[in-house]
């Protein structure tokens, strides 16, 4: 990782920037841990974090003990927003219901003639996403809250990337430093494909996408692979500042002695992240081994596509799973001590070089072994194969549980090695970015 020089907070007059982030506490899962994290180590470092955010988001999960994680004194502005994630879900016959992460489905059936032009009506009326009736109110509103309150340069984060539409509307009426970071690409994302775009609404994501990638005054992306396409994109730099993790969350860390042997995987699991092979794999190599069937525990901990259950039916292990839609992130790092491996699947799509989910560094935290399924030139396979006890396997090849079973019996030591990606060490890059846009 190319490093940053470190500046004094102190040598910036105005230290207040503002932070557009649709997802925030009380809503939880990976969107709100960036940033979260970002403002409160970017407080220590001397700025002056204000939070843009929905007064009432259409958060798939909500964990309310991520409040006590805001710093003191951060304010935090909130105006409502407008969704048509209702009008969407009635549409399509899913009245009531939450709305699926992702491409997830509840059900094999393909999707009936009313959930087709639900979700056509979706990809062309409501772009860039669903959020986008919100960027008019939310322009705005800051754009006034601006003219009475002086900050020294504006952030937004994206997906949604509305959220940077808003952040361009701002930086065009202000003409503030703007820095727009992205956890996920926009054109370049694996599900981009499935949308059912018609020609004029693919031109008009490229056209949108093209006034933010050109207007920002600096572009962030979460990893190698995507920044270079990113770059290529738009002809400009653009830092790679990957996820990370709390090291404050793992400071009273200890495992737990696992009287099973616990495959665990936190996080959802959609059609294209299903590691089917492994499934057989582990059903067959199960059926021959009563001894290991005896202990073997698989706990699935978040959102997962119909057809992870029915594969773990065929392949005989829903007796030996456990299924939870949602644990508070604390939760999580407590399941992360009580595990024998972890579970890694990257999405199978044609854009998964890219992909670092960002589970990635916390499982590489919580040093325990790690068995990941993707490609193994991809940026996850590229950090992973840097650390101790990781076994990676692309998703058609054989697995040799034997050896997997003899990785785990071992706990590996990374301590010396993830720095790195401390979100406190990975927020010095925020900072001197920050600097360098403040004081051009």
Request: hydrophobic share 40%.
């Amino acid at each position: 990782m190319t490093p940053f020089k470190l500046y004094k907070p102190n040598c910036v007059a105005n230290k207040k920037i503002l932070i557009l982030t649709y997802y925030w506490p009380p809503s939880g899962g990976t969107g709100v841990q960036r940033w979260l994290h970002f403002t409160r180590y970017l407080k220590e470092l001397g700025w002056e974090p204000i939070i843009f955010t929905p007064s009432n988001p259409e958060a798939p999960v909500q964990d309310p003990k991520l409040l006590a994680q805001i710093p003191e004194g951060v304010e935090v502005l909130k105006i409502p927003i407008w969704e048509p994630t209702q009008l969407y879900m009635r549409l399509s016959g899913n009245k009531g219901k939450k709305l699926q992460t992702g491409f997830m489905h509840e059900s094999k059936k393909k999707p009936g003639l009313l959930q087709r032009f639900a979700l056509y009506i979706r990809a062309n009326l409501f772009i860039p996403d669903a959020k986008m009736a919100w960027t008019k109110p939310a322009s705005r509103y800051l754009t006034n809250y601006l003219q009475t309150n002086n900050v020294a340069a504006i952030i937004s984060t994206g997906p949604p990337h509305t959220m940077h539409l808003i952040a361009r509307n701002i930086k065009r009426a202000t003409n503030l430093p703007w820095l727009a970071d992205f956890r996920d690409p926009w054109t370049q994302i694996d599900w981009f494909e499935q949308l059912p775009l018609n020609k004029r609404g693919l031109a008009k994501h490229h056209a949108l996408e093209r006034t933010v990638l050109q207007e920002a005054d600096q572009l962030t992306i979460v990893s190698s692979n995507w920044q270079q396409q990113m770059q290529a994109i738009c002809g400009r730099d653009v830092a790679l500042v990957t996820n990370g993790f709390a090291p404050e969350d793992f400071t009273n860390f200890q495992h737990q002695p696992d009287p099973n042997f616990t495959i665990l995987h936190t996080g959802s699991i959609n059609k294209d992240r299903n590691p089917s092979a492994l499934w057989k794999s582990l059903g067959n190599y199960t059926q021959n081994n009563p001894d290991f069937a005896a202990k073997l525990q698989i706990r699935l901990i978040g959102a997962l596509d119909a057809n992870v259950r029915s594969d773990l039916e065929a392949a005989g292990l829903l007796p030996y799973t456990q299924m939870e839609n949602f644990v508070p992130h604390a939760r999580v790092i407590e399941e992360l001590a009580a595990c024998s491996l972890l579970l890694l699947p990257i999405n199978n799509v044609n854009n998964q070089m890219g992909i670092v989910p960002g589970k990635v560094f916390e499982y590489l935290a919580s040093e325990q072994p790690i068995l990941a399924i993707g490609p193994s030139d991809g940026d996850s396979a590229n950090i992973l194969r840097s650390q101790a006890g990781t076994h990676i396997v692309g998703f058609e090849d054989p697995i040799e549980w034997p050896a997997i079973i003899a990785m785990c019996a071992n706990k590996p030591n990374r301590k010396d090695t993830l720095t790195p990606y401390s979100r406190k060490e990975l927020s010095l890059k925020i900072h001197a970015i920050l600097l360098d846009l403040v004081q051009k």
